[in-house]
């Protein structure tokens, strides 16, 4: 809705994903020539957070490098 509406007024947007694999999104038409990383997803089991698998399973190195490289202006 809001990808639609920034359009209609004009409005340029750069879209960033992350969570997933580009392949694995989908409907993503509105956003048009969207980005994607890898990003920081947290393991949860049962409704918590399980800290030790969230940073086994986790690229820091890439995420950091990934948060370093985007240009915000």
């Not at 509105?30 to 990003?39: L, S």
Request: hydrophobic share 40%; proline share 0%; glycine share 6%.
């Amino acid at each position: 809705v809001m990808a639609k509406a920034f359009a209609k007024a004009g409005i340029e947007v750069d879209y960033l994903f992350s969570g997933r694999s580009k392949a694995d999104y989908f409907d993503m038409q509105e956003f048009a020539d969207f980005q994607t990383r890898t990003g920081l997803t947290f393991v949860t089991e049962r409704g918590r957070v399980n800290g030790f698998k969230t940073v086994k399973q986790a690229k820091i190195r890439e995420f950091i490098s990934d948060i370093r490289e985007l240009n915000l202006r």
